[in-house]
T-cell receptor
């Protein structure tokens, strides 16, 4: 079975441009989350989507947006890129949202390395 | 709020040495606790987890015990190998219901030398 797949693997953009990153979850997983990992830091939560609805948002500016499609794949969009947006963007999929007493856990993709110049 | 404080690295050990990476947390509710590992150029892999107090997570010779009284989840391995060289992240989810995003520590880089 395929794991979580992300595309592209690497990307170079210029300041001010816009970028779209893509993620396909594990088959049967209905929740997708996005994380930003700046070099030398731990990942920071950006968004979580479940059944095409936003279920959680981290402390990121409105330049960051995302959506989830009927097949549960997801896109992360970043507008007006800044140098500080350079990072590894990780997608994680899960069967569903947390339920009382049950934590489904996450499977991470290998990430998209975004460099803003 | 929710946060994780991890032992700063880098950590360099000789093969077969004992490993401890300290992790303490602050959380509302009843968090689940995790250790993730990141090998060079790769994403995160779940190493082990514990979902309630006094649970011990274990995998590939690594162990960590959920200590509510000390709010800690220290990672240990009795005998490290060169292949264990990676960055290790302690993390938690906040418990409750709904969105269960992970809060990560800053990571600890481990290098094991032959």
């Amino acid at each position: 079975d395929a794991g979580v797949t992300q595309s592209p693997t690497h990307l170079i953009k210029t300041r001010g441009q816009q970028v779209t990153l893509r993620c396909s979850p594990i088959s049967g997983h209905k929740s997708v989350s996005w994380y930003q990992q700046v070099l030398g830091q731990g990942p920071q939560f950006i968004f979580q989507y479940y059944e095409k609805e936003e279920r959680g948002r981290g402390n990121f500016p409105d330049r960051f947006s995302a959506r989830q499609f009927p097949n549960y794949s997801s896109e992360l969009n970043v507008n007006a890129l800044l140098l500080g947006d350079s990072a590894l963007y990780l997608c994680a999929s899960s069967l569903g949202l947390l339920r009382q007493g049950r934590d489904y856990g996450y499977t991470f993709g290998s990430g998209t390395r975004l460099t803003v110049v | 709020g929710n946060s994780v404080t991890q032992m700063e690295g880098p950590v360099t050990l000789s093969e077969e040495a004992f490993l401890t990476i300290n992790c303490t947390y602050t959380a509302t509710g009843y968090p689940s606790l995790f250790w993730y590992v990141q090998y060079p150029g790769e994403g995160l892999q779940l190493l082990l987890k514990a979902t309630k107090a006094d649970d011990k997570g274990s995998n590939k010779g690594f162990e960590a015990t959920y200590r509510k009284e000390t709010t800690s989840f220290h990672l240990e391995k009795g005998s490290v190998q060169v292949s264990d060289s990676a960055v290790y992240f302690c993390a938690l989810t906040s418990g409750g219901t709904g969105a269960n995003n992970l809060f990560f520590g800053t990571g600890t880089r481990l290098t094991v030398i032959p």
